[in-house]
């Protein structure tokens, strides 16, 4: 089976690429060797390498630029839609389940950034604080500055799984409420900023609080548009 | 730009398809129309087809069988290493994160799965009980047989976000220690079975300090071997 044979090459290719970029320590934005410099490194065909980095594409561990060469991705090797939102018909039920794990995850997630944030973490989240309320401010919309906000509180922890989950986990929530009123304008500001100080002053206790305040409130308008609406007494 | 060209229409062509998938309401297993068909369905040429199947095979969407044909891959849409595992190089800083989320998560899952578990979801759950049971009863290696068992609690909660994610972070875990004693194999079965017992009860609060119980013990060996023999008083 000619087929499998160079399926299992390319991966076994891939997984030597990996261990280069490990070993050498690359970081993500980093320019890595050619088709031609790997194919000598590896000591295996172009043709090879080509379908190696094929594989590491698709898994968003390098990017190739036309013209400009490869990259190691910024997206640190996590996949696109890497836990099969696509596939999930319900999408009400789908909103549904993953608030409900993002009020599990994420008071704990503050409470963890309070006690592990860094002066420099703390800088970032604080602009992007100020990006989101300078948006609310505009009345302009805010969903990918706010998600940005809640992977920030996520980076803080120094886990670097809950980096990579919590932005999965955020951007799967769809917008659900066709109207956002001023009153929920200010409550994100006021919710926002109660997380930010807790965090800030490493008042862990108080930022689980605040997100756990932050969430409901958000599940709550939810819920009562899309699900309490249709439940009998 | 050609080939930008060509990859929209394959990626347009993996779009259809997956709606199609959704609209016939095809499931995990079922056999879909072959590439001929495809192209007469979408209306665009085999080649099209043969690269959409190509980006629907790599996200675990669909599966293709040399000589049966492709069929709706049993994965559900999940990639392989979803959250980029392959890319941290300290293994025993992306074990200490993975056992942190699983304490946060999976005590809430249990509670769920014992507020929502139905009379088949609980069969199932025994029957994997008892082949984990039988295995430390050989001494035998029980890790797969006991992800699955934690997978199946996932399940049981029916949020299909949460039986996607679980069994991520599970594999994930590294097993550590070198020897299991006598001691760990009574314990996994004591664990087990209380979280079983919980939830077959309902007793969603009972349910969650098991499952508690169950990871700070595990986490506990794996501390004290790998991060606490480091630490300085």
Excluded at 80 to 102: E, Y
Excluded at 163 to 192: A, C, D, K
Excluded at 217 to 223: E, V
Aim: with cysteine.
């Amino acid at each position: 089976m000619p087929r499998k044979e160079r399926h299992t090459l390319g991966e076994q290719a891939a997984k030597n690429i990996i261990t280069y970029i490990q070993e050498e320590n690359y970081q993500p934005g980093d320019k890595l060797p050619n088709e031609y410099e790997f194919s000598e490194l590896l000591g295996v065909s172009r043709n090879t390498v080509r379908e190696a980095l094929r594989v590491l594409v698709s898994r968003n561990i390098v990017t190739i630029r036309q013209g400009a060469g490869t990259f190691v991705s910024e997206k640190k090797g996590v996949s696109d839609d890497p836990l099969g939102f696509t596939m999930v018909d319900d999408r009400v039920k789908l909103t549904k389940d993953l608030l409900q794990i993002r009020y599990i995850i994420e008071p704990s997630v503050a409470a963890l950034a309070a006690q592990n944030a860094t002066p420099e973490d703390l800088e970032k989240l604080k602009e992007i604080l100020l990006e989101v309320e300078a948006l609310t401010g505009q009345r302009m919309d805010f969903t990918e500055k706010d998600a940005e906000f809640h992977a920030q509180i996520a980076n803080c922890t120094h886990n670097t799984v809950m980096s990579n989950l919590i932005p999965v986990i955020n951007m799967g929530v769809e917008i659900f409420s066709s109207e956002i009123s001023q009153r929920e304008y200010e409550q994100t500001i006021r919710s926002h900023r109660s997380i930010y100080l807790a965090i800030r002053d490493k008042r862990a206790a108080d930022a689980k609080e605040a997100m756990q305040f932050h969430l409901l409130y958000n599940s709550n308008r939810f819920m009562e548009e899309k699900v309490l609406s249709e439940e009998q007494l």
